[in-house]
């Protein structure tokens, strides 16, 4: 017969281990990872770990009976979040000792930023340069996580929306861009173009300011062009001469 004391580490650990087997799965880490930024509903989860909204509200509801998040309900929408800042602390240690004690962690991070065209940042030669007003922080992390919180004196500037944005970005300043940590790629990928065709194939092009004239004329003359398709005249270029273009305009190399 176990003796008290055994008894009591048998309770004490089964309720740890409802700990551990909440996070013990890849979408719920993704989840936690999320709310580390900011508070999401489950539909933005969803979308962010790229399954259903069914799925999504079980894994949130593994979470939150391991007491690890919290929901608010506004209106239709349930918005979930971090129950305290020692989760933080808790995935911070999870990364730590992952990158300490798996080696496929690090092999698999030196896979994904091998042969990407950009330079990291040192901390120290970051904040020297920021003192002295030579560098402008990018931060390309979608808009509700900058708004929740973000570096002091940085710049928004969601990935997705940065390509029609450029000439928001200084051209007398190098510009530093961030997102969510060692494991995100938001800030590499907004370093560089990437374009899945040869190099010789011609890319139809068309300015922004063209398209805008083109739909304010149909919306003035509905009867003429309401139904029916037209072709737009562009540019066509091949992804060297984007590049080329690309430098030009921001006086600095695109490759």
């Known amino acids: 017969m176990p003796s008290g004391c055994q008894v009591y580490r048998d309770v004490l650990y089964e309720q740890l281990a409802r700990l551990t087997k909440a996070i013990a799965h890849p979408k719920r880490l993704q989840i936690l990872d999320l709310l580390l930024q900011a508070p999401r509903t489950v539909e933005v989860l969803a979308g962010e770990i790229d399954m259903s909204?069914?799925?999504?509200?079980?894994h949130l509801q593994v979470l939150r009976g391991a007491r690890l998040v919290e929901s608010e309900k506004n209106g239709l929408y349930v918005t979930?979040?971090?129950?305290?800042?020692?989760?933080?602390?808790?995935?911070?240690?999870?990364?730590a000792i992952g990158s300490a004690r798996l080696a496929e962690v690090d092999q698999l991070l030196r896979q994904v930023q091998e042969g990407r065209d950009y330079e990291p940042a040192p901390r120290q030669e970051l904040l020297r340069d920021?003192?002295?007003?030579?560098v402008v922080l990018l931060d390309v992390r979608p808009t509700e996580e900058y708004q929740a919180a973000h570096l002091p004196g940085a710049l928004s500037i969601p990935l997705p929306e940065l390509p029609q944005r450029l000439a928001e970005l200084p051209k007398d300043r190098r510009v530093v861009a961030y997102c969510r940590g060692t494991y995100c790629l938001l800030a590499i990928e907004a370093g560089e173009f990437?374009?899945?065709?040869?190099?010789?194939?011609?890319?139809?092009?068309?300015?922004?300011?063209?398209?805008?004239?083109?739909?304010?004329?149909?919306?003035?003359?509905?009867d003429r062009w309401g139904g029916k398709a037209t072709d737009l005249a562009?540019?066509?270029?091949?992804?060297?001469?984007?590049a080329r273009r690309l430098s030009a305009f921001l006086d600095r190399p695109v490759e």
Do not use: C, H, K, N
């Open 130 to 134: 920021l003192r002295q007003g030579e």
């Open 234 to 242: 562009g540019d066509s270029l091949t992804p060297p001469e984007v």
């Open 194 to 222: 990437a374009f899945a065709v040869r190099p010789d194939i011609e890319l139809q092009t068309v300015a922004v300011d063209d398209i805008g004239a083109f739909v304010a004329m149909a919306f003035d003359e509905p």
């Open 53 to 58: 909204i069914a799925a999504t509200s079980q």
């Open 80 to 95: 979930y979040s971090l129950a305290d800042d020692s989760i933080y602390d808790l995935m911070r240690q999870l990364r």
